[in-house]
Every structure is written in C-alpha cells, then in structure tokens.
C-alpha cells in the first residue's frame, strides 16, 4: 500500500509522525481508578495559525471599540450594517463583552452550544517577533527569555516521552502532523527526534532516488562515515515511515466521515484527522497547520472593506472547524477530543499604510470540543496601552500560552506535576505551571486521584550523561559520553525485560559503536553504567 494514499483528502504534502523513542503509540491504557473516567482515548488537535493572527480584527473588543475604531480607521470590523460584528454574548460583564469577526459563524455556534472558550491576550514573558523564532518558543515551552527553557526539544515530545514511557512499541506513531513538509520542533524528545516524509509529493519506492543518486534501493553495506550515520538515519526513518505509513492506511481505510467538508485546504487536514479518528488510530496529539495570517499588505481589500486575505483565512478556520465538530459528533467522538488554535504571536494595534498590520505581540486563543466550558477568560485588552513610545503593542500576556496547554495535559490527558513539571519549565517566576493551571477550560477536569504518575519521580531530575543514536537503529548503535567516558558497561534487556546481554566496551573520544546486527526488531533497554553511576536508555530496532 503506497504511503500517500491515506492522505488523499488532503491538498498539503506532509505526515509528521513521532519517532517512538522507547514508547508505545498506543494509549495510556492503565485500569482508570474507582470514579474516575477512561481517559484511555482521549486526543488533542491542535491548529497552527502560522504567520500571526491579527487578534484584534478577530475577537473585536467592543468595550474599547472607539480607541480600536482610531487604531484601525481603514480595516476596523464595522460596528453596524451588513458587515458588523457578531456580538458573542450580551450576558458578559462589560469588560468582556466581544464581538466576533462576521465570517466566524462557525464559532458563534460552537460558542452558544457551549463548546468554545476564548482565551484573551495569550503570549509569553519575553516576546520575540521573529516568525521563526517564536514558532520555535511555543513549540519548544520556552518563556523567550532563556535556552533553559526547552532547549532542543518539544513540550509535546518531553511529555509523551514520560507519559507513554512504560508502554511497549506499537506500529503507529504517538503524534501525527499534517500540513507542513517539516519537522515540527514540538515532536523533538529528550532520547530521540522527530521524523519527517513528504508522502503526496513522492512515491515510497522512489524514496532512495531523490537522495544523492542512489537508485532505486538504499545501499546495503553503510560506509563508517560521517556520510554513513546520515544514511543509516535516513535509511532507518524509511523503515519506520513505512511502517507507520500502514497503521495509518488502515486506520484512513477503516474511519469515515460524516459530513460534508469545505473544498479548502484546512478543512481537508481536519478531514483526515477526523477519519483517522474515527478509524481507531492509537495517536494522541494531531497539529494541523494554516498559513498566511503574516498581512502586513492588504488584509482587507480597500479602505472601510471587512474582505480580504484575513477575512479569507477566517473563514477557513471557522468552517473547517465546524465541520470537524460535526463530524466528531456525528460519529460520537467529540467526547474525547479537545482542539486548540495557537499562533506565534499577534499583530499592532494600529494598522500600517498598506491596509495590514504589523508584528505584535499577544493574541487570543480558541479551545473547543464537548469536554471544553464555553466562556470567555480574560478581560479586553488594554488599548491604551497601544501608544507610539512603545510601537502600538498590546504588551500585557493574561495567559502564558503554557498554562492553556499544560492544563489540558493535566486536567484532560491526566498527567499528573511531576511530568507537567519536567514538560514545562517556569524560569521566569520560579513557578510550577501546575500552580497556574486554568480549572474554568474544561467542564469537568480530571481529579487528582485520577492523575498518572511516573514510576520514578527522581528520574526527572536527573542529568543524561549518555546518548545513544541513531534512534531507530538498525544494525549499529552508538555510545556517546557527555563526560568523556573511557569505557562503559552495558547490560542489554529485550522488551519484556530478559537480560540478553552484559558486555564493557572501551570508548574513543567519549564514542563507540555497537554490533547489534542478529537482534531481532523490536525495543529494547540499555542499562550503561559508569563506576557507581547508571542510566537507562530505551531504543528501537527496525
């Protein structure tokens, strides 16, 4: 079966699954405690409205909708006539009554059934307004402020890391991303990285011959080499791919959909989640990804026009959305799924001379499903605030974007403080997140007898001094020593925990390489120790 078929739904090129680590895709699958819910298929969807969303154009803050009308003489949303805004809910307190932007029907509905929450002025401590860098701010959980703060890795990678770290290899991946042909930062973990194909853009068997010319099969004798480790990763994530590229084709073939989707591009993504969904695919978290909200030129079409790009890109999400609710409903899903909205940070609140706006700083969020309680957090921006001294920026964060996600992973997934605490770091204030959490998200969240647990909480606190890679592996795996170690001793464990080996071996430049060529796939867990100090390790051989 060819890797792109299960996405023939969807007009963007990419899958983006989790390389497994030591994990299995599958659920957490634990016997739930008395009174408490089985949580064992639960999901989270999230959107990334890449490029920054105009948030003020968005939700419109009618509290303050003189001070917006100045801002935003040419591009403001009419507060009368045919294209005023939707007034969300009279009942609000004054501070927080809002308006929606008129194309966003979708979410007025979600909104009076109950099933949609705004979250006012999202963002972080210290704001970057580089695409590229506060993409991989949010991604990584980091405040803006220090590289402590995530590193090289993914809040979504760490968690499911520790939070599926007991469970056995399956053959689907933990996270599935459509609509990027890259990697997402999000999805990098602490033993292993992320994988990446573009699957509707080629066939798998001609894989191998868009990389360097080599044919129609990769190499069977991998060089010792610089070159060689690059081509035993790519060789091995092929392998992977293929195999989660067949649990995810049956999971397409058996799922359905209910409802008649939008002809566009984000509602074809959330087609294909839906279906995989409703096909029993065992993948917890899914990123889909809309572009374009970067419209520094002509966001509306003419001066005094609500049309154009922005109102385009609205309409897409709102639409694709109410059609993936829908459809969750329709095929009594939507009890286990939450879906968030997420972009890198917001626009000015003044408009600049080319009927757009430019780089800001905070922007709303938008959490719904069945679980979510439907309101609004937060109050209205502080408009005043938006003067030419500081560039028109709305600067005050109501939410640190980390206390939205760390309370569905929490309150919904149900983890409990010690793995949101190892997922996300609080530098800033010294603070635990699970101290911020935001209890009004969800209807009914989860109880603290009813949170999962790591085995061993000290584990979170200690340092690796060891890497092993490549992550798959296939017939060597390597040794690395942060310290510089001369030798290691290892003892080797099969998945099921039989010692199969226990071997030292000597180290050159902190490095050595292991023959694991006659073990057969499958998981297994490295034991290194070094005089008194031990690690553990999990690998995959495919």
Excluded at 62 to 88: C, H, M, Q
Excluded at 513 to 519: A, E, P
Aim: hydrophobic fraction near 35%; charged fraction near 20%.
């Amino acid at each position: 079966m060819k890797r792109r078929k299960f996405l023939k739904l969807s007009a963007t090129a990419s899958v983006i699954g989790l390389t497994p680590f030591e994990l299995q895709a599958a659920l957490k699958s634990f016997i739930p405690f008395a009174d408490c819910p089985n949580i064992s298929n639960r999901k989270l969807v999230l959107i990334n409205l890449a490029g920054a969303n105009d948030g003020l154009n968005t939700i419109i803050p009618i509290s303050e909708y003189s001070t917006y009308a100045a801002l935003r003489p040419d591009i403001k949303v009419p507060e009368s006539g045919t294209n005023k805004y939707i007034t969300l809910d009279g009942t609000l307190p004054n501070n927080q009554q809002v308006g929606l932007n008129p194309i966003l029907t979708g979410f007025k509905s979600l909104y009076d059934a109950g099933s949609l929450r705004i979250m006012q002025s999202v963002g972080y401590p210290s704001q970057n307004k580089s695409h590229f860098k506060s993409t991989d701010i949010y991604l990584s959980g980091n405040d803006g402020n220090s590289i402590l703060n995530g590193g090289e890795t993914g809040w979504i990678g760490r968690f499911m890391e520790l939070y599926y770290s007991d469970l056995l290899l399956e053959t689907f991946p933990l996270a599935v991303e459509i609509g990027s042909n890259k990697t997402s930062l999000g999805f990098h973990g602490e033993e292993a990285h992320g994988m990446s194909l573009n699957i509707t853009g080629q066939d798998p068997s001609g894989f191998y011959n868009i990389l360097n010319g080599l044919g129609g099969e990769p190499p069977i004798n991998i060089p010792n080499s610089d070159y060689g480790k690059q081509l035993e990763f790519l060789k091995n994530t092929d392998a992977l791919s293929n195999t989660y590229a067949q649990s995810i084709s049956t999971a397409f073939d058996s799922g359905q959909n209910d409802v008649t989707y939008p002809d566009t591009d984000l509602a074809d993504q959330l087609k294909t989640v839906a279906r995989l969904i409703s096909g029993d695919l065992g993948s917890k978290v899914y990123m889909v990804r809309i572009s374009g909200f970067d419209t520094h030129n002509e966001q509306v079409q003419a001066s005094g026009d609500i049309l154009g790009e922005h109102h385009n890109l609205l309409n897409q999400l709102s639409t694709g959305i109410e059609a993936f609710m829908s459809d969750l409903k329709s095929q009594n899903l939507a009890d286990d799924v939450v879906g968030l909205t997420f972009s890198e940070f917001g626009r000015k609140a003044k408009q600049n001379g080319n009927l757009g706006t430019d780089h800001g700083e905070v922007a709303p969020m938008f959490v719904f499903g069945n679980p979510v309680a439907g309101g609004v957090s937060g109050t209205n921006p502080d408009l005043t605030e938006a003067t030419s001294s500081n560039n028109y920026q709305i600067q005050t964060v109501q939410y640190d974007y980390r206390q939205t996600f760390g309370t569905l992973l929490q309150d919904f997934l149900g983890a409990d403080n010690s793995i949101i605490d190892a997922t996300f770091f609080n530098h800033s204030v010294n603070d635990s997140f699970t101290n911020l959490k935001l209890p009004e998200i969800l209807n009914e969240p989860l109880s603290s007898s009813c949170l999962a647990t790591l085995s061993n909480e000290d584990s979170l606190k200690e340092k690796k001094n060891w890497l092993l890679h490549p992550s798959p592996f296939s017939d060597f795996i390597n040794f690395s020593s942060i310290e510089k170690a001369s030798s290691v001793s290892y003892n080797l464990y099969n998945s099921s925990g039989i010692l199969i080996m226990n071997k030292t071996t000597q180290l050159v430049n902190g490095t050595s390489s292991i023959n694991l060529k006659h073990l057969t796939s499958g998981i297994y867990i490295f034991e290194l120790k070094v005089g008194n100090k031990r690690e553990i390790h999990k690998a995959i051989k495919i």
